[in-house]
DNA sequence: TTCCATTTTGACCCTCAGTGCCATTATTGT
DNA sequence: ACAATAATGGCACTGAGGGTCAAAATGGAA
C-alpha cells in the first residue's frame, strides 16, 4: 500500500507524498474544475504514474478528502472526553470540536469544502465519507445508551449531526467570515427551535 | 427526449417505456447486483440499444429511481394542503403523506429502496435525488415564513426532514412489518427527544 | 562489494459508464 | 407517394478504475 509502511525504510522508497499530491490536485481542481481535471493531469503533474496516484487515492473522489479518516481517531477520543455529559451535549460538543482548525489551516479547509460541497459528483461522494464519520457517532450514542449502534436513537444522534454539519457548512461558506463553532451552534438552535413549533 | 412528447403521435414511436426497462433492470439487479449489471445488460435484455436506454434514463444511478421526479409535484402540493397547519407539522405530514403508498405497491417499494439504500454507488448518488426533493421543501418553509430557501430555517427544515426519513427507512427497512408513516413518526419522536435532553 | 529480500512504481491491457454525432427507421399528415 | 417529424441505435471517443507483473530502488546480510 501507500502510506502505512509495514518496514519502514525497507524497500524501494516513495516517490511522493499525499500532501504533494493534494498541492498538485487542487491547484488543478481551482484552475480547471474538478471534473475538467483527469486522473492522467493529476499524475503527470505530481510527476507520477496514473496508477500510483490510484494507490494513493481510492478513486479521483478521494483525493479532495485527503487524510479524513485519520482523523476518526481523534474524534472519538474527543467523544470519549465528554462522558460526563448527556449523550446529545457531548456529541455537539465534539463535533464542534472536530470542526475547529489552526487559523492558518481555514483558507485551505475553505477552498477544500467549497469544492466538496458545490460539485455534485462530490456532493455525493460525501455520503461515503461520512458515512464513517456517522458511525463513530452512532457507535459512540448505542455504548452510552446501551443499545446497538444500528438501533433508532443511535442513527437519529448521527442523522442529526450529519443535517447540522450541512447546513452549518452551508451558512458558513456563504460568509466569508463566519466562524465555524459559531455557526453549528446557531444550526442546533435553529433545529431546537423548528422542531419545538 | 424519451417522454415528454412535444408532437403526439408524430414521428417513430417509441419501442418501449420506463415501466418495462425497469421490470427488466430490477430483475437483474437483484437476480447479479447493481454493480455486475452493465447497461448492456439492461439494453439488451430490454431489447433496445444501450443509447436508447441512456436517453430514457440519464445515468444507472437513475435506474432504480424510476419516475421519481414526477412524484415531487405532487408533494409541492401536498405540502401546501397543510397550509392551516405549523410549518414543521405541515412539512411532517406532508413526508409521511410522500411515503404512503397503496399495499399492493409496497413490495416493489421495499425493494427499490433497500437496493438504494444498501449499494453504495446509490447511496451516494441519492443525495443528488433528495436535494430536489430538500429543494421543495426549503422553497415551501422559505415561502411561509418569509425568507430564501438558501436561509438557515428552510435549509434546516429540508435536512430535517432528509434525517428522519433516512433513519426512518432503516428502521423500516429492517423490520419486514413495520409500517412507514408509524416509522417516521416514532422517527420524529426520537430525534426531538434526543435534543430536548 | 555483491547478492537478496522487500517494497514501491508504472506500464500495459481490460471493462464499463457516459457523450457526441449521425444515418436509419417508423410514424402522421398532405 | 412524399414530406416532416421524432425515436432509435450504431460507432467512436474519453475517462475512471482494476488486475497483473516486470522493473526499480532501497537496506541488510554474506
Redesign the interface.
Known sequence: MASPTTHPGVGRPVVTSRAEIERVAFHLFIENGFVSTTLDDIASAAGIGRRTLLRYYRSKNDIPWGQFDDTLDGFRESLRSYADR????AVHRAVIDFNRFPAAAMAEHRVRMRLILTT?EL??????RY?DWRRVIAEYVAERTGTDP?A??P???S??A???S??GY??WL?DEHADLPAVLE???L???S????
Chains 1, 2 share one sequence.
Open positions: 448527556p449523550v446529545q451535549e455534485p456532493q455525493a461522494h460525501s455520503v461515503l458515512a444500528e433508532l436513537l442513527q437519529t444522534a442523522q442529526v450529519l443535517a447540522l450541512m447546513t452551508g451558512e456563504a446557531r444550526a442546533l435553529t433545529m431546537r423548528y422542531l419545538a413549533d
